[in-house]
């Protein structure tokens, strides 16, 4: 398993930028499909992006496409989320999960490895 912590989460006011960080541990970073998810108060963990091992596919959910980039960095170990034109309803702990895998998915169950959280709060 992976050991991974995220960063760079805040409150912000709508329409503002964030970027999330996520550092993991070991040397096979580069075996794993790694994602951002979310989890508002009261409402189901979602995908919001996954990206492949190399970096070279991506899957955004619906409601964040156009507005979230998700890259990785295999030499730094660190997979990012950049988080433009934000919006209240973006407001939720973010988590960054991993899985060793070539598939990307998109279900909380499939990853095995998960972060702390890092909230994220957007202001009307």
């Known amino acids: 398993q992976v050991q991974l912590v995220e960063s760079g989460g805040g409150l912000v006011q709508a329409g503002g930028s964030l970027r999330l960080s996520c550092a993991a541990s070991?040397?096979?970073?580069?075996?794993?499909?790694m994602a951002w998810f979310r989890q508002a108060s009261g409402k189901e963990r979602e995908c919001v992006a996954a990206i492949s091992r190399s970096g070279d596919s991506t899957y955004y959910a619906d409601s964040v496409k156009g507005r979230f980039t998700i890259s990785r960095d295999n030499a730094k170990t660190t997979q990012y989320l950049q988080m433009n034109r934000l919006k209240p309803e973006d407001t939720a702990v973010y988590y960054c999960?991993?899985?060793?895998?070539?598939?990307?998915?998109?279900?909380?169950?499939?990853?095995?490895?998960w972060g702390q959280g890092t909230q994220v709060t957007v202001s009307s």
């Open positions: 999960a991993a899985r060793r895998d070539w598939i990307i998915y998109t279900s909380p169950t499939a990853f095995g490895s």
């Open positions: 070991g040397r096979t970073f580069g075996n794993y499909v």
